[in-house]
């Protein structure tokens, strides 16, 4: 046996053991539950997560339901895609734009009790596998919603269903609750060198 013949052998002994480790792991885990997840952190890509998820979802058939908070005045290509698959996807749009432009905390608060009404109807509503309530985080943080309330509602739902929570400052309570929490570490951004928001990457 020449050298290479030698890496090969050892690499392939090796790939067994795991290969046999992690089916056992794997084997271990019996338990089917819905999951309350929580993208949060400062770095880009927590809605982006979420949307792939229900692309996910879309391709075994599931109904999504998708509550964009804060977010109502953008016209998005996430938008677009949804359309494509009407009675499978819901998705609302309940906002006027990011709280530095609508300079109203009012309507600010009376739009976030819309879309948390969305979100519940879609969790009580047997029909949806999957509900991602997009930017639900800032809504807590700016206190336009109770955080007690919403981590209640949310923990009120089908053995089976699986929530997505979105944005930043994800709160304690939230956070303690979910199932799975990514945080998204920004460690470089093109719009800190002035390039401004793309099509296709941010909307």
């Not at 432009?101 to 009404?117: F, H, K, L, N, S």
């Not at 700016?142 to 209640?152: C, Q, R």
């Not at 923990?155 to 997505?164: E, F, G, Q």
Request: aromatic share 8%.
């Amino acid at each position: 046996m020449d050298h290479q013949d030698d890496i090969n052998a050892r690499h392939n002994a090796k790939a067994r053991k795991r290969q046999a480790f992690m089916q056992d792991k794997i084997a271990q885990k019996t338990q089917e539950k819905g999951l309350l997840i929580v993208h949060t952190g400062k770095g880009k890509g927590k809605s982006t997560a979420a949307f792939g998820m229900a692309c996910r979802a879309l391709g075994h058939g599931m109904k999504v339901g998708i509550v964009q908070f804060i977010k109502g005045g953008w016209a998005t290509g996430e938008r677009a895609v949804y359309a494509a698959f009407p009675g499978q996807v819901d998705h609302k749009a309940m906002g006027e734009g990011f709280t530095w432009d609508t300079q109203d905390r009012v309507r600010d608060i009376e739009w976030a009790r819309a879309g948390w009404d969305e979100v519940r109807r879609m969790i009580a509503d047997p029909s949806y596998a999957l509900v991602i309530a997009d930017e639900l985080n800032i809504v807590l943080r700016y206190s336009y919603l109770p955080v007690e309330e919403v981590v209640a509602g949310l923990m009120d739902r089908d053995a089976m269903k699986h929530v997505i929570v979105t944005g930043r400052n994800a709160p304690d309570a939230l956070i303690e609750a979910a199932d799975l929490v990514t945080e998204m570490v920004q460690i470089k951004h093109h719009f800190q060198t002035g390039v401004k928001a793309q099509k296709g990457i941010e909307f």
